[in-house]
């Protein structure tokens, strides 16, 4: 009885603890709120400014396109009122040849510059490891839950891929990542065609009647022959930048100009500029991008035939995206981290909280850099000389949530489309997404620019990119809580 009576006791005590950490916890922040200024509020509006114009964008696109659905526009009006998105569009791919070229280029240029020995190779097969486990986690996760699926017949289509065999495919997808001409792969991609050709086979005696009636005349068998029609493939081509082999390239070019030393320090500072003067356009586009967004949501609502099959679909693909996500930051980082250090993961993960949560907050590597430097060495005690050269190496070239969100959005719009991707095709969005990753800026929105580089590289119509807006910003912030997490 006693003893009962002491345990009440205790838990009427931390009962007591529990409520005044609760009152005194309520007291501060009432404080903080009535210390908020009007300046606090401005200061905090203008940080954010772009993430609630595009927010805002995206409610108010979505309210007028289902307002202007009872009013049955046609194809011209609709293609009229979607003109301002079609401009952001236009802006968008704009940028891809030149966002490629000297984003690579730079990126390697300056891998190469500051690696040291080990530690910079150690770190590149890290990145590089981790980035294709994330696409590979993205494309398994896409194909088994097939969030896109839905009625074929209700479904606006916007032309069929044509398929070719897997050998042609695997060829095709080699030939591409070494372009005899450079110029010509910034709007054309090498792709194997199929012609009818007929061919004069002999007949054999057991192939026909014929050959069984005339099986003793032997002279008539040596002239006798059939006309036999088959496809063959022939060398072919078709419109669409070849972002393989400009990657492949630009990759190659900046490992090269890394190596130069000083003899490509001016290579180096003229990519450097172009990459810095490529950002600062992206940043001036990003701000008409809430108008762009608006105006494509509403267009894409209002020429859509099956709301409630889309619908279902944009919620399948969020909570697939989330999946994968989760699958990769929450079981196969902590288990790499565990498998090479032998130390709690989660331990570590917890030094790395508040950049964790500056990372979802902004939707942005770059900015939660900072964060990240003082979060490990402050927290987690990791060594200065090997955060200032893992960290930002890790920002420019080790973007696993992006690689993964990308494969998974560009599978993603294939099933919504119905187009059958093949073994080659789904090698080069694999590809394609790990390298675009690399030449992504680590700032918001920007997978919009190279989630255009995913979908031309296999054919896949980039309007559809408007499909997934919606949540875009929303995944994104996901997707980048990848860059702490991962850098270690």
Known sequence: MTKSNGEE?????????????????????????????????????????????????????????????PYKMSYREVKYFSFPGELLM????????????????????????????????????????????????????VIIIHPGKGTKENMHREGKIVQVTAADAFLDLIRNMFPPNLVEACFKQFKTNYEKKSFKVPIQPNDTLVGAVINNVSEAMETLTRIKEELVPVPGSVNGVNALGLVVFSMCFGFVIGNMKEQGQALREFFDSLNEAIMRLVAVIMWYAPLGILFLIAGKIVEMEDMGVIGGQLA???????????????????????????????????????????????????????????????????????????LPVGATINMDGTALYEALAAIFIAQVNNFELNFGQIITISITATAASIGAAGIPQAG?????????????????????????????????????????
């Open 9 to 69: 006791a205790r838990m009427g005590g931390r009962m007591e603890r529990f409520q005044q950490g609760v009152r005194k916890r309520t007291l501060l922040a009432k404080k903080k709120v009535q210390n908020i200024t009007k300046e606090d509020v401005k200061s905090y509006l203008f940080r954010n400014a772009f993430v609630l114009l595009t927010v805002t964008a995206v409610i108010v696109g979505t309210i007028l396109g289902f307002a202007l659905r």
């Open 316 to 390: 399948m693909y969020t909570v697939t995206v989330i999946v994968g996500l989760l699958i990769h930051a929450v079981i196969v980082l902590p288990l790499l981290y565990f498998l090479v250090t032998r130390k709690n993961p989660w331990v570590f993960i917890g030094g790395l909280l508040q950049a964790l949560v500056t990372a979802l907050g902004t939707s942005s590597s770059s900015a939660t850099l900072p964060i990240t430097f003082k979060c490990l060495e402050e927290n987690n005690g990791v060594d200065k000389r090997v955060t200032r050269f893992v």
């Open 448 to 488: 919009l620019v190279t989630m255009v580089i995913v979908l031309t590289s296999v054919g896949l119509p980039t309007d559809d990119i408007t499909l997934i807006i919606a949540v875009d910003w929303f995944l994104l912030g996901y997707s980048r809580c990848q860059g702490p997490h991962r850098c270690r």
């Open 90 to 141: 236009r802006m968008l791919q704009m940028l891809v040849l030149p966002l490629i070229i000297s984003s690579l280029v730079t990126g390697m240029a300056a891998l190469d510059s500051k690696a040291s020995g080990k530690m910079g190779m150690r770190a590149v097969v890290y990145y590089m490891t981790t980035t294709v486990i994330a696409v590979v986690i993205g494309i398994i996760i």
